[in-house]
């Protein structure tokens, strides 16, 4: 074979794979797209329920098939409930996602509004946690039926 031969074979296979219509990745049960997202099948559809993931294509039998495309969504939300995103956040997280025209302001308000949150969370947890390893270093923890937490917890804290 030469060099031009060579040439014409590889443009003419080039050609031919270029005239073959891409096929589409086979449809995903519920269960495949739970998988291969990291979502539980429940979530999945409570996702769908909330408007999170737009209704996909059912069978005759009514079962959802589901494509790559809502496996990357689906993956996205997983990444932002890690990370500690409500619902709500989310729901706004994605239209940005989705949206190319976007300013990434918008998003960087959302994740700083998000880290405010978890540092007040935070500081409510480290004030529990030191009124609770004070009553515990209280408490004698031994036969006798006086209990400093038990105390505490029945004076309950004004509203």
């Known amino acids: 074979m030469t060099a031009a031969s060579s040439t014409t074979s590889s443009a003419r296979s080039s050609a031919a794979s270029a005239a073959r219509p891409v096929q589409a990745a086979a449809p995903l049960t519920i269960g495949q797209a739970a998988e291969r997202s990291g979502v539980s099948p429940k979530m999945l559809r409570h996702y769908e329920s909330l408007g999170l993931l737009p209704p996909v294509a059912r069978t005759e039998s009514g079962y959802r098939l589901y494509g790559e495309k809502e496996v990357h969504t689906l993956r996205f939300i997983r990444r932002a409930r890690d990370l500690g995103f409500s619902m709500a ?17 918008q998003v960087k308000r959302i994740a700083e509004t998000h880290i405010a949150d978890l540092d007040r969370r935070m500081a409510e947890m480290q004030a529990m946690r030191r009124a609770l390893a004070e009553l515990a ?9 006086d209990c400093p937490i038990l105390d505490d917890l029945a004076q309950g804290a004004a509203p």
């Open 137 to 145: 270093h209280c408490c004698h923890g031994d036969e006798r039926p």
């Open 89 to 105: 956040e989310i729901a706004e997280l994605l239209k940005l996602w989705q949206n190319r025209r976007r300013a990434s302001g």
